[in-house]
């Protein structure tokens, strides 16, 4: 058979887009025995996680909107001045994925997130010559905005042959926008991650630690300036004067635009000498799931972070500011009332403290909850894997 292409990989310095490759390469090989290419805009983080040796060939897709290049200028322009889908698709189509897909056995699109920003329209373009190709198209662990869903947006989605939500929130909005034949709901591959345990660094209290996660992504969302860090440094605060917790400042995306470490490196310069708090080097996502499935607690921002903790069984509090987050929680608990906190409600210095004490008060209920289901809902992720075997048996 040939290669399955993925493809919108931006990169594995975002270690959760480098979990759902090596989580779907991993579910495809399983269930189609197809080898798999990686289109990357970044393969040089690849390398530098290891991901070249999970995939089976590792090729430099087109930069597409890189500031300043022509498409990106080309882009620019059409998008203020002539709204022509025949400039955008002259422009701004990524030759070497639709190269690729010419003797690829299907295409399957891993960005959960691309298609949950401004509707992922740097991707239409060779999304549509990809259906015109009528090569086998799959996006695989998307959340999608229900608000975004206007009628261009679900034209384009009709493109795809296969739609598999990671939530109900996005499945849901899907079937009411009358896709439902082409949607599937099954979790986010990236709940069958392995998990690689190394060393603890000195600190660290197995099973009497609290991981914590902020983003500069969650910051750029907050509804008052300086709130979330606020917020942060008050639930540091908080655990240190309440309990024998420790505290772990876990990053999970380190791309240089866009870097936890920066706001989490403020936090244990602020909390380093209570010999409490200790910072998490970058590693890949394996070893960082490795320092998760060790905590006690874990109030994190980053979706995939969350993922490995809620597989790993550890109670958590999701900081959140999108569908996926909500959607999650609900198809987890059955609601994600106190299970998620929108950035955007943080008002007061004490309100992250608060959801987090509500968290901790049901500890065990929770420990519980998620071991009783969560091997069936991971068990559940390889379902996309059999969609995506009888789609290439449809065709």
Known sequence: MKDILLYEHGGSLNHGC??????????????????????????????????????????????????????????QLDKRFFHSRAIQDRFLTEKTCLSLAKDSAAVVAVGGDNYCYRKGVQFWPTDRALHKMGVPFMLWGCSIEPD????????????????CCRESLTYDALVEAGLGGKARLIPDPAFTLETVEEELPEGFQPGNTVGVNVSPMIISNEGEGGVTM???????????????????????????????????????????????????????????????????????????????????????LVVGYSVKAKGIARDLFGTYEEYVLPVQELKTPEDLTSAFERIRRCEDDLR????????????????????LLQLLESK
């Open 18 to 75: 480098e979990a759902l490759v090596r989580t779907i390469t991993a579910i495809t090989k399983e269930k189609t025995g197809a080898g798999v290419t990686l289109c990357s805009y970044a393969p040089e983080e690849d390398r530098a996680c290891g991901v070249d040796r999970v995939v089976d060939r590792l090729v430099q897709g087109d930069n597409i909107l890189r500031r300043w290049s022509p498409s990106w200028i080309a882009y």
């Open 148 to 163: 975004d869903l206007d009628a261009a947006f679900i034209r384009h989605l009709d493109n795809f042959d296969l739609l």
């Open 230 to 316: 606020a917020n942060y440094v008050a639930l540091i605060e908080h655990i240190l004067d309440t309990s024998d917790m420790s505290v772990a400042l876990i990053p999970h995306v380190v791309w240089p635009y866009n870097d936890d470490r920066e706001p989490l490196r403020r936090l244990h310069e602020r909390f380093r000498d209570t010999g409490r708090v200790v910072l998490i080097e970058n590693a890949d996502c394996r070893v960082l799931k490795g320092y998760i499935a060790r905590l006690r607690f874990f109030v994190g921002a980053r979706t995939h972070a969350t993922i490995a903790a809620y597989s790993s069984c550890v109670p958590t």
């Open 368 to 387: 519980c909850c998620l071991q009783a289901t969560m091997p069936a809902y991971v068990e559940s992720a390889h379902a996309a894997g059999d969609e």
